[in-house]
């Protein structure tokens, strides 16, 4: 039920309905997905450029990535460590041997007229993402390969729209991105809905983010993604004609754009057309892909290895020290949260997608032994206390083994949940231990029936007009009588034993 729900704000108005309305699905999707991501490092892949965002165009250049004649490259160890890392975080192999290669083509954003990629021997193989759907569904797909190359430049279209100044068409190019390391994650076809492509996309980026390799912003191009999108009859396993969808600029346009482009299929097929291999752009605007260039001429990139740059050799001691140092991945962290936690998928994804807040809450259970309190008071009034003083929780005075405390004093009904909340705001101004306050003020929660009985008699005894409404059947009366005992109790009474004398009380 969530999961439709969801699919369907997630599709946008105009198509609601689309695939869930259809009497019987015909057609299946199959998706494979490209990634490019900038691997962040200080240094460019091949040169001693800042690898940095943004600055003035052609200021990080100098004659290796401008390729200057007898400029020669050096390979960026961080960024081929990077490498070994997202390799290992996605259980690909990490080959002993690799190599790069050149690329050939022209194109004005490639100062070199190729570019430095890997062919036949990239520095891993295989792998999988796994992944999860709203629903909670863990989900796999696997990975062909990850491999490592040089970004391009930027070249910019100036001028009216179509670059066309003065009766001369120009563009700017930008080399400070020429060089940047970059990854390309390839994987199977193995994807079969928008929901998935999103879920697939959103794992792979909180992966690489967390484990270091890249701050995979979209808005800024380190993280950029192009589907092939085909379908086929229900139950073939024959691949159809794949188009491939670029322009993507948000994961909502990767699924808006995959949604519009299976439905554009089946239109075409089921009225008696074929699909033709192309490139295909995704307008955001207009909610559609439109055709950019046919693909049925393969490129012949002649590929060769670079005679510039040795062989690597990749020493199975760095991998296992990489091995070692990675953290606990988030789809581990989501099974762990859902099945032994009990946390559901809102909460285990706002967890795992915050990992200082993650760290935090683990330290909590550990401390407490008590997931479901701790999911509570982080998801809860930790989090709301964080947005409104625009403080991160881990950074905020409330200690793990202080909340550990209060949640110990909860459970035992020594404080009741109001006391807890006023406590919670102490500890966030810096009060400390909340069993020391406790203690100090005095606001163990009274359960001692005696102590209770007197404060019932005496609201009984104050508010006669209450009691007589409440004989006369107006019961709801109940929550003001109650209220009223809390208060003379300064909030210590204990609200379950309160209700039930008094409910004995008022009915005897
Ligand atoms: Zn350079």
């Not at 697939?200 to 983010?209: C, G, I, K, N, P």
């Not at 199975?316 to 949260?337: D, M, T």
């Not at 008071?377 to 206390?385: E, M, W």
């Amino acid at each position: 039920m969530s999961e439709t729900m969801s699919a369907r704000e997630a599709r946008g108005p105009h198509e609601v309905g689309g695939a869930e309305a259809r009497p019987e699905r015909r057609f299946e999707a199959v998706i494979g997905i490209e990634c490019h991501v900038e691997l962040k490092t200080r240094s460019k892949m091949f040169c001693g450029c800042p690898n940095e965002f943004g600055g003035e165009p052609n200021t990080n250049v100098c004659p290796v990535c401008l390729a200057l004649p007898g400029a020669l490259p050096v390979a960026n160890t961080a960024a081929i460590e990077h490498m070994i890392r997202a390799g290992l975080a996605f259980n690909a192999e990490i080959p002993a041997f690799s190599k790069f290669d050149r690329k050939n083509y022209f194109y004005p954003d490639m100062p070199k007229d190729y570019q430095i990629s890997q062919y036949d021997m990239p520095l891993t193989q295989g792998g999988v993402v796994r992944y999860w759907l709203d629903d909670g569904t863990m989900k796999e797909c696997r990975l062909t390969r990850i491999h490592l190359e040089e970004d391009t430049g930027k070249s910019t279209h100036a001028g009216s729209g179509d670059g066309r100044i003065a009766g001369s068409t120009y563009s700017l190019v930008d080399f400070n991105r020429a060089g940047v390391p970059l990854m390309e994650c390839v994987s199977e076809p193995e994807i079969h809905s928008a929901e998935e492509a999103v879920g697939y996309l959103e794992s792979l980026r909180r992966t690489l983010q967390q484990i270091g390799v890249s701050d995979v912003k979209m808005e800024e191009g380190s993280l950029r993604c192009d589907a092939n999108v085909s379908i086929r009859p229900v139950g073939s396993t024959e691949l159809g004609t794949k188009t491939e969808i670029k322009n993507m600029n948000s994961f909502r346009s990767v699924h808006r754009a995959i949604e519009s482009e299976i439905e554009r299929q089946i239109a075409v097929i089921e009225s008696g057309g074929r699909i033709v291999q192309e490139t295909r752009g995704w307008d955001e605007v207009k909610g559609v892909t439109h055709s950019m260039r046919s693909k049925e001429q393969a490129h012949d990139y002649r590929y060769f290895p670079d005679p510039d740059l040795v062989p690597l050799e990749v020493s199975r001691a760095v991998v296992e020290r990489i091995r070692a140092e990675l953290p606990e991945l988030p789809p581990a962290r989501f099974v762990r949260y859902t099945t032994q936690y009990g946390l559901d998928v809102k909460q285990a994804t706002q967890l795992i997608d915050n990992v200082a807040l993650a760290l935090y809450f683990d330290e909590v259970v550990n401390a407490s032994g008590n997931a479901k309190q701790s999911t509570n008071f982080v998801l809860g009034d930790l989090s709301r206390l964080a947005n409104e003083t625009q403080t991160p929780v881990h950074a905020s005075p409330v200690t793990p083994a202080h909340l550990a405390e209060l949640i110990a004093l909860v459970e035992g009904k020594t404080i009741n949940s109001k006391i807890a909340k006023d406590l919670i705001e102490r500890m966030w101004r810096g009060e400390g231990s909340p069993k020391a306050i406790v203690e100090r003020e005095g606001l163990a929660q009274t359960s001692d029936p005696a102590a209770i009985e007197k404060f019932v008699d005496d609201v009984l005894a104050a508010n006669e007009k209450s009691v007589g409404e409440y004989k006369a059947g107006k019961t709801n009366v109940i929550g003001f009588l109650v209220g009223q005992v809390m208060k003379a109790s300064k909030g210590k009474a204990d609200p379950q034993l309160v209700n039930a004398l008094m409910k004995q009380k008022l009915e005897s």
